[in-house]
């Protein structure tokens, strides 16, 4: 089955600084790549969608210029949180789309914690 | 507007059966799928539904009434480790997923 990986899967940053996310699709091809937040017993909550090789659309109410999404190749999608707050601890899930299908395969999810 | 319902919590006893139940109303309908998380953990991928009927996959069948925009989830022979939240998720007629917010399932012994 499609696999998609996360790192780090768990960081701890001080406020201020800013936190790096990667999600890789390994063994497919993901013209798709959607970064969701999960804060504790809430649903999924859409973030943004990424397309390779074009600008993020971003969802109603996340700031494009403190989460930056970048998604430069069909196999790697990264999330960079910027001048993190503690109010942005949380769980962040990508997941992607193949280019065939509409299922999308979920990452293991990266938890952080801003202190 | 978009919306997916789903119980917030359910119940049920070790061994026994359970029914997850999801109503959606959503601009188009391109399939509803069926996750399980665990806490803490990501989601992973139960089933996918995207004309009526019954999708049987082991202990697990997946429904689907696209003229009623209702799905259940059925559980069978529960165990402990089924002890989750369900998503009840349908893709739209833009392939953008609208997620329920979830049913939390707990198993007794």
């Known amino acids: 089955g499609a696999v998609v990986s996360q790192h780090p899967s768990r960081v701890i940053c001080k406020s201020g600084t800013s936190v790096k996310i990667e999600c890789r699709s390994l063994?497919?091809?993901?013209?798709?790549m959607f970064w969701y937040r999960q804060f504790p017993k809430q649903s999924l909550m859409l973030m943004a969608t990424?397309?390779?090789?074009?600008?993020?659309?971003?969802e109603q109410g996340v700031e494009k210029d403190k989460f930056l999404i970048n998604h430069a190749s069909l196999t790697l999608s990264t999330l960079t949180v910027t001048s993190a707050h503690p109010e942005d601890s949380s769980f962040y899930i990508c997941?992607?789309?193949?280019?065939?299908?509409?299922?999308?395969?979920f990452g293991p999810g990266t938890r952080l914690t801003v202190t | 507007g978009q919306n997916i319902d789903q119980p917030t919590e359910m119940t049920a006893t070790e061994g026994a059966i359970v029914q997850i139940n999801c109503t959606y109303q959503?601009?188009?309908?391109?399939?509803l799928f069926w996750y399980q998380q665990h806490a803490g953990e990501a989601p992973t991928f139960l089933s996918y539904?995207?004309l009526d009927g019954l999708e049987e996959k082991g202990r697990f069948s997946s429904f689907l009434s696209r003229s009623k925009g209702y799905s259940y989830l059925l559980l069978k022979e529960l165990q402990m480790k089924d002890s989750a939240s369900y998503l009840c998720a349908v893709l739209d007629s833009n392939y953008q997923l609208i997620w329920g917010a979830g049913t939390k399932l707990i198993i007794k012994p």
């Open positions: 990424s397309n390779e090789g074009s600008k993020a659309t971003y």
């Open positions: 997941s992607a789309r193949d280019l065939r299908g509409s299922e999308q395969y």
């Open positions: 539904n995207v």
């Open positions: 063994d497919f091809q993901a013209t798709t």
């Open positions: 959503t601009s188009g309908f391109n399939g």
